[in-house]
């Protein structure tokens, strides 16, 4: 008889210890999914920036900025270009602001990552024209 | 031969909860530590790199000023002296110049970019070229101070 009381505290036991057990995993799998998340983000955010600088060093120095961003493996996208990495994606849009005596071009180059917008860089130059006196 | 019996008592499964969940907690604490301290790191590592293309932005734009001034003054002037002479009149704020060369400075918290351009000869297209070019870091000392 004592060891039948016994036998059913330590179920009772068990289960109160499985149910907590379930609770904590619960809690802890989304504390190291957010930490995994973060990492992800914070590689891509690391990777991606050094890529966008390179980017945008060559869109300075281009002459033909469209056939560089081709030759970097860039494909069209609606009005700007797309670059698809492992972990991030690339992207350029064009803005060109026409000045008093010139052109101001300038790419703006975003990072997108995790499905989370990571930065925007600007690669801006300034282009003199030819102004009739 | 004696068979030793393993008895589990009560409480033990509770102990061994107890340890198992804050072995867990620790590594997850650690975990996201480490993963938050990685992406501030990157976080301000990219913000401080997208502030500086913002301020070589900014030298194009004040490059874009200088060169509507030059415009402006070239129409007027009939020697090359008068053309300098008229542009230090007309430069934008916070530019200087010095024979044909034009500096300005653009600061970002603790760097400056030091610009500096030469104003080209009269009627010729670039009007001005870019001499120097440079981002300077002012460190203060106490950030190499473990």
């Known amino acids: ?17 499985i149910f907590f057990f379930m609770l904590g995993a619960m809690t802890l799998t989304q504390l190291f999914g957010d930490a995994k998340h973060k990492s992800l983000q914070a590689k891509a955010t690391n990777v991606s920036v050094m890529e966008a600088e390179n980017v945008a060093d060559d869109l300075y120095a281009a002459e033909d900025p469209e056939a560089k961003l081709q030759e970097l493996g860039f494909e069209r996208n609606g009005e700007g270009w797309m670059l698809n990495k492992d972990g991030y994606t690339l992207t350029v849009v064009r803005k060109d602001e026409d000045t008093e005596a010139g052109t101001l071009r300038t790419f703006v180059i975003s990072s997108y990552g995790d499905g989370k917008d990571l930065f925007s860089l ?12 | 031969m004696n068979k030793r019996k393993v008895a589990l008592g009560p409480g033990a499964a509770s102990l061994i909860l107890i340890v198992v969940i804050l072995s867990l907690c620790m590594l997850a604490m650690l975990t996201t530590i480490g993963s938050r301290n990685d992406y501030s790191l990157a976080s301000r590592s990219a913000e401080m790199i997208t502030r500086v293309y913002d301020l070589q932005g ?7 000023e200088l060169d509507a001034v030059l415009v402006k003054c070239q129409k007027d002037a009939g020697s090359m002296e008068a053309y300098l002479e008229q542009v230090g009149k007309n430069l934008p704020e916070g530019m200087e110049i010095n024979g044909d060369l034009v500096s300005w400075t653009e600061p970002l918290d603790n760097r400056t970019m030091n610009c500096e351009v030469r104003i080209l000869e009269m009627g010729k297209l670039p009007r001005a070229e870019w001499v120097n070019y440079r981002l300077k870091v002012d460190e203060p000392e106490d950030d190499w101070e473990w």
């Open chain 1, 1 to 17: 008889m004592r060891d039948g009381h016994r036998g059913n505290a330590l179920l009772v036991e068990l289960m109160f210890v």
């Open chain 2, 58 to 64: 900014q030298t194009e734009r004040k490059m874009a």
């Open chain 1, 122 to 133: 600007p690669s801006t130059r300034y282009y003199p024209k030819e102004v009739s006196p």
